[in-house]
Each structure stands twice: as structure tokens, then as C-alpha cells.
Nanobody, 127 residues
Framework: QVQLVESGGGLVQAGGSLRLSCASS????????MGWFRQAPGKEREFVAA????????YVTDSVKDRFTISINNAKDTVYLQMNSLKAEDTAVYYC????????????????????WGQGTQVTVSS
């Protein structure tokens, strides 16, 4: 079992920045990758970014790759999502996810197949 706890969400003005954190605990040694998804009201959950815990490879979806960066601190079992130049359309609940069969990082498992999810953190960008 792996537990994920997100933090760092909040209210920010358009153009501002936020850094989300996802702390993992439990059987983290089995994880291959961790990543972020987001879900806006009335929309499906969408894949945002992921990083491998073994080789550090990363992927950020095209729509945000010029503004978002994913990183990991393996010593702390924590993944970060740095979000810059935020836009109103970035408003969503951001979820951390982890799985031991997530390879390559650009190709996450189906949402229903992902082993571990965090509880989500709200990001609201005011225009």
C-alpha cells in the first residue's frame, strides 16, 4: 500500500505561480512512476505530468509544458509540480498518482487501473 498526500494548492491570480507537493509513504520502493492529473468542474480527469522514480525521466503534457515542471526528491519520496504563468483554465483539483507499472512515464495506466491516488488539492486561478 502506498499513501499519497498532496499540498500546495490555493487561490492565485492569473500569471502567478504555485508549487504542488505530493508526499508518498508506505511501500514506495515498488513504485516506478508518480505523476499529476487534474480535473476541472464538469470535465474528465486529465493527465498533466509524470516522472520516473528510477531514471528520472519526465513527461509534461503539451498544453502546459512551457509553464509546468515536474521534479522529485527521492530522499523525501516527494514529487513536485511547479506551475508558472497560471491561467484561469488551470483551475482544477489536482491529484497525485503513483503506480508500479507506469512505463513509459508519458503513457499512464488507465485511471481505474492506477494503484494509488491522493485526495486532491484545489487550485483556483482568478482572472
Amino acid at each position: 500500500q502506498v499513501q499519497l498526500v498532496e499540498s500546495g494548492g490555493g487561490l492565485v491570480q492569473a500569471g502567478g505561480s504555485l508549487r504542488l507537493s505530493c508526499a508518498s509513504s508506505g511501500r514506495t520502493f515498488s513504485l516506478y512512476a508518480m505523476g499529476w492529473f487534474r480535473q476541472a468542474p464538469g470535465k474528465e480527469r486529465e493527465f498533466v505530468a509524470a516522472i520516473s522514480r528510477t531514471d528520472g525521466s519526465t513527461y509534461v503534457t503539451d498544453s502546459v509544458k512551457d509553464r509546468f515542471t515536474i521534479s522529485i526528491n527521492n530522499a523525501k519520496d516527494t514529487v513536485y509540480l511547479q506551475m508558472n504563468s497560471l491561467k484561469a483554465e488551470d483551475t482544477a483539483v489536482y491529484y497525485c498518482a503513483a503506480d508500479d507499472e507506469w512505463y513509459p512515464v508519458s503513457n499512464p495506466p488507465a485511471l481505474t487501473a492506477i494503484r494509488s491516488w491522493g485526495q486532491g488539492t484545489q487550485v483556483t486561478v482568478s482572472s
